[in-house]
């Protein structure tokens, strides 16, 4: 029997709004000082892209106040594709023929310099679902080594207990980002055939576990084309004004991911075109003015050019998704999903610059490794 989504999540109640054709009322809601759930839901709908010149505007504007015309820069590296899981979306599913790889600490060092040659400071590392080949022993040894490198380390891997997040914080490690994927639970579990992600409440509780863990950063979102996209963002929206709220210490920051070509060949049930995530990137902006937005690699360039600074803080750059593509230009066939941007940093900066924008490498000093502690978070 399918649970239900906990009250501080389920949209059910500003679903409606997401289908509204009043354009009064969509105006109105763009304009807002003070949105909620029901603007959002509002300039979710179908009809607002009718305002979307509007969006942009206000949009830009509350980017401009809340983060200057800065763009934060991170890039990512896979330590390994091993995974046990039967994701329909991913190119590294347990019955794909990817060829698998994993780094030992010599390569990972040979990555770790080649991306210290980049001057970045931010940086994620990822791996597939738990597997013996990458479990939290060799992840947390990888996060200590690679803070000898990069200020500010950050993962996305598989979920884990309140413990082995704090394990985490103490080799160093800053925050952890962890996609829900859909928080539509019939479609989790369709795309999810088999594996521990197949455990919907597992991984939706995770982030309260990294953030009670000590890590100070939380990244979330939902992967834009497996379910309706409307109900993703309403939930989307309502998980991070929950974490906000009950450890209001944290950093929560939003990335806005979509289905893109991978070994499988999966095609997306739900479609989301540039426009559609323009228009949800910039409802976001305006109902969640101070939080960092994320828009990676996964974007061409023509998308990533027009979204930096009207929305978006924060870009990946210079991104391999293949295990050690860094430094030894592993082949495609251990990439995840394929990117879409492939520039390199300084042709990316100088598309900021040309926009008036400032890169910015680094926001963040080993200094303040310490793990937070969120022991009397209201939860």
Same mark, same amino acid.
């Given at each position: 029997m399918t649970k239900e989504l906990p009250p !501080? &999540?389920?949209? #059910? %109640? !500003?679903m409606p709004h997401s289908e509204s054709s009043d354009k009064r009322a969509i105006q109105s809601a763009i304009l807002s000082e003070n949105p909620s759930e029901r603007e959002l839901a509002l300039m979710l709908s179908p009809a607002a892209g009718e305002f979307l010149e509007l969006m942009a505007q206000r949009a830009? #504007? *509350?980017t401009r106040r809340h983060f200057g015309r800065t763009i934060s820069l991170f890039t990512p590296l896979y330590l390994s594709n091993f995974c046990n899981g039967g994701c329909l979306y991913c190119g590294i599913a347990a019955d794909r023929r990817a060829k698998r790889a994993v780094l030992d600490?010599?390569? &990972? @060092?040979h990555e770790m310099e080649a991306i210290q040659a980049m001057h970045l400071e931010e940086l994620v590392l990822l791996t597939g679902e738990r597997m013996p080949e990458a479990d939290l022993?060799? &992840? @947390?040894?990888?996060? %200590? *080594?690679a803070g000898e490198y990069i200020h500010n380390v950050n993962v996305e891997v598989f979920p884990m207990a309140e413990e082995e997040y704090r394990s985490l914080a103490d080799a160093g490690c800053t925050g952890v980002t962890l996609y829900q994927e859909t928080y539509d639970q019939v479609a989790y579990e369709k795309m999810h055939r088999w594996g521990d992600k197949r455990d919907f409440f597992n991984r939706l509780d995770a982030p309260d576990r990294a953030l009670r863990g000590g890590l100070r950063t939380i990244g979330i979102g939902a992967l834009l084309g497996l379910s309706d996209p409307r109900f993703d963002l309403l939930c989307t929206y309502r998980h991070a004004k929950y974490l906000l709220k009950n450890y209001w210490q944290a950093g929560v920051s939003i990335s806005f991911p979509r289905i893109q070509p991978q070994l499988g060949g999966f095609q997306a049930d739900h479609p989301v075109d540039e426009r559609m995530l323009a228009q949800y990137v910039f %409802? &976001? @902006?305006i109902c969640l003015p101070e939080i960092p937005l994320v828009l990676s690699t996964r974007e061409p360039q023509r998308v990533r050019n027009g979204m930096a600074g009207v929305g978006i803080s924060k870009m990946s750059v210079g991104s391999k998704t293949t295990v050690g593509g860094y430094s030894d230009g592993s082949e495609e066939s251990t990439e995840q999903f394929s990117i879409s941007d492939e520039r390199n940093i300084p042709e990316f900066c100088d598309m900021l610059r040309a926009k008036g924008l400032d890169p910015v490498f680094k926001n963040w000093d080993a200094t303040y490794r310490e793990p937070a502690r969120y022991q009397n %978070?209201?939860?």
């Open positions: !501080w &999540l389920d949209p #059910a %109640a !500003w830009q #504007a *509350i600490e010599a390569q &990972l @060092r022993p060799y &992840l @947390r040894d990888c996060v %200590a *080594i %409802a &976001l @902006r %978070a209201k939860v």
